[in-house]
């Protein structure tokens, strides 16, 4: 890279995404390379470097530089350091490389526009960038690079239906691949569209068997499952894990609701035995003891469970029940007035939600959704919330 920066005097990064921007229908070139560039080679370049496959993409960088498309394999090198987060590195080789000209071949406009774009969005410019990859995408629309990172910009702001657009565009463009349609699940699952989720999960998973991630997808599709009251699907989905602490609660969940309690009770008070202290399988031993009655044997675990997870309504409702049937009147009233609370809040939370969804720019929306994931304890969310409210208004 040093080498190549050193060709000719740099000119500023945000002055080569100007030009590119400012060019009508995003003209760009490569000044000295007389010839087309294998384009084909530029594709499975992006390809490869979206599913992190350096040493492919290090391969094609070289066959790019055998066919003689040096400027090519340089911005496909850009996006390497973007990639590994060698971001100023990037930002200097991009400046370096020759200005945009007219009359070069759309898909050497949308390769141009795309690393632009990618250096403005790891730069902080999210505007810039959302401008850019979409002049990636209109100089060609079978691009599949810009609108993997159009879908991620858009995610991350809150725009969903922009989000899903993209990645149906991506789902549509690369048959193969896994990753768009696993996202797809997860975002109907995070809005509660579970029939939908459970159908991007089974198409995921049929792309590709045997992915990387493939515990957290079968455990995602079971949770789903569950809150469609699918409960044999789930344990057949389950079936199919690694059986750990999560997968093992979640059948425990399904064999109490289909009432086989002696498996559920054996499983729970496994996972006890390894995890003491989770909230999920300490509120659930106690549903099993309260329905066994005995309640004075589940209050134990319930009580522990909301010092462990305060802001959890099941286990606020539940303590309510175990210590109404106790006889303890005022502090059942006051264990289901708390429970009760918290279910405003989450239906507020939901309801959010669904005008975030609704309203893709409005930064107000996602900074009450940060306030509110605060008021659950999820300071988590709460952060993504805020650094999405900022993105919309360019801090």
């Not at 549509?172 to 579970?194: C, K």
């Not at 054996?266 to 989770?278: H, T, Y």
């Not at 507020?348 to 975030?356: D, R």
């Amino acid at each position: 890279m040093t080498a190549v920066a050193g060709r000719r005097r740099r000119r500023p990064w945000f002055a080569v995404i100007g030009l590119v921007a400012a060019t009508a229908g995003l003209t760009v070139g490569f000044a000295r390379r007389p010839r087309l560039p294998p384009l084909a080679l530029v594709a499975a370049a992006n390809e490869a470097l979206d599913r992190a496959d350096l040493p492919a993409v290090r391969a094609l960088i070289r066959r790019l530089e055998q066919r003689g498309a040096a400027d090519a394999a340089e911005l496909v090198r850009v996006r390497v350091l973007l990639a590994r987060g060698y971001v100023q590195p990037a930002l200097d080789a991009l400046g370096a490389l020759p200005p945009p000209r007219d009359g070069e071949p759309r898909g050497l406009m949308s390769l141009r526009a795309l690393v632009a774009g990618e250096a403005a969005l790891r730069a902080g410019q999210v505007a810039e960038a959302r401008a850019l990859l979409a002049g990636a995408v209109a100089a060609d629309p079978a691009a599949v690079s810009p609108r993997r990172l159009l879908a991620t910009i858009a995610y991350d702001t809150g725009a969903i239906p922009e989000a899903l657009g993209h990645l149906e565009a991506v789902r549509r463009l690369v048959p193969a691949d896994p990753r768009p349609v696993r996202l797809l699940a997860l975002i109907h699952s995070d809005y509660e569209r579970y029939a939908d989720a459970v159908a991007y999960y089974e198409e995921s998973l049929e792309r590709d068997p045997d992915q990387p991630d493939r515990d957290d997808l079968l455990a995602e599709m079971a949770a789903c499952q569950v809150q469609l009251r699918r409960h044999e699907e789930a344990l057949a989905t389950l079936a199919h894990g690694a059986g750990g602490a999560r997968e093992r609660l979640r059948e425990a969940e399904c064999r109490r609701t289909l009432g086989q309690t002696p498996a559920a009770r054996a499983l729970v008070d496994g996972i006890l035995a390894e995890r003491p202290d989770d909230p999920a399988a300490l509120v659930l031993a106690a549903t099993i003891r309260l329905e066994d009655g005995d309640a004075s044997a589940a209050l134990g675990p319930l009580d522990e469970a909301v010092r462990l997870a305060p802001h959890d309504y099941q286990a606020r409702l539940t303590q309510a029940r175990a210590l109404a049937t106790l006889g303890r009147d005022a502090d059942a009233a006051r264990a289901q007035a708390e429970a009760e609370r918290i279910r405003r809040v989450r239906a507020e939370f939901a309801e959010l939600h669904q005008q975030a969804w609704d309203a893709p720019r409005d930064p107000a929306v996602r900074l009450r959704l940060a306030e509110v994931a605060e008021s659950l304890g999820r300071p988590d969310l709460a952060r993504v919330w805020r650094e999405a409210a900022a993105a919309l208004v360019g801090k």
